[in-house]
């Protein structure tokens, strides 16, 4: 596609549900990334996959949180047992190049998942 | 160690006038720099970029920043605001380097006074 799309846009979940978040990225684009935005704050990193490979979720807050790009294009994020500190926007962004080469083309962000956790 | 810094989390400006948001950075490794900007609401959409190609680079809504490697700054700036700049703005660095991350600076909110 043209861009990078997500998938809910908005989500609210009652705290203990889990959730699971899509994100198709710009066909073709080897990286792919996961951020968290936290209402006020700059979007934080969780993980980084190069096409199918997750090579780094050094960022992912705790074990309740898992992402997966299983044929190297769309990939899912999962929140387990949702708690109020995950509310937050969920953005992905992918590139086409790996991660640390091509970084000069930039990255497409989607428009983001909004969780709100209740 | 990649960081990115922000100072100011708030500008605000009249129409007009020239906008100035402050953006200081660290890099263990040669940078790649941008600036992106977010409105209410909507997706992250990119600015400007600076690849170590000429310092002075020039982004989109007449946007610019100069990358001054020593001061390790890397501001932008618009002549003249317009109403609808209004919107968080995000300096961004990367370096070459696989293991590097996006890493965001804490963003600038720019208010647009009439």
């Known amino acids: 596609g043209a861009g990078v799309s997500q998938s809910p846009r908005y989500k609210v979940a009652k705290r203990g549900q889990d959730v699971a978040l899509r994100c198709d990225p710009i066909?073709?684009?080897?990286?792919l990334f996961w951020y968290q935005q936290a209402l006020g704050q700059g979007p934080e990193f969780l993980t980084y996959?190069?096409?199918?490979?997750?090579?780094?979720k050094s960022g992912l807050p705790s074990d309740r949180f898992f992402a997966e790009r299983p044929e190297g294009s769309v990939s899912t994020l999962k929140i387990q047992r949702t708690q109020q500190e995950d509310s937050a926007v969920y953005l992905c962004?992918?590139?086409?190049?790996?991660?640390?080469?091509?970084?000069?083309?930039?990255?497409?962000f989607g428009s983001g998942t909004r969780l709100t956790v209740v | 160690a990649q960081s990115v810094t922000q100072l100011d989390s708030h500008v605000s400006v009249s129409e007009g006038t020239p906008v100035l948001l402050r953006c200081n950075y660290s890099?263990?490794?040669?940078?790649?720099l941008f600036w992106y900007v977010q409105h209410p609401n909507k997706g992250l959409q990119l600015l400007l970029k600076?690849?170590?190609?000429?310092?002075l680079v020039k982004g989109i809504n007449g946007f610019e920043a100069e990358f001054k490697k020593s001061e390790t700054s890397f501001h932008l700036t618009k002549p003249s605001a317009h109403m609808s700049d209004a919107a968080e703005y995000f300096c961004?660095?990367?370096?070459?380097?696989?293991?590097?991350?996006?890493?965001f600076g804490s963003g600038t909110r720019l208010s647009i006074r009439p």
């Open positions: 962004a992918s590139s086409r190049g790996a991660r640390g080469q091509g970084a000069s083309g930039g990255y497409t």
């Open positions: 066909s073709g684009h080897v990286s």
């Open positions: 996959f190069q096409n199918e490979a997750q090579l780094d």
């Open positions: 890099s263990s490794y040669s940078p790649s």
């Open positions: 600076y690849t170590s190609a000429a310092t």
């Open positions: 961004v660095v990367i370096s070459y380097s696989s293991a590097s991350k996006i890493i």
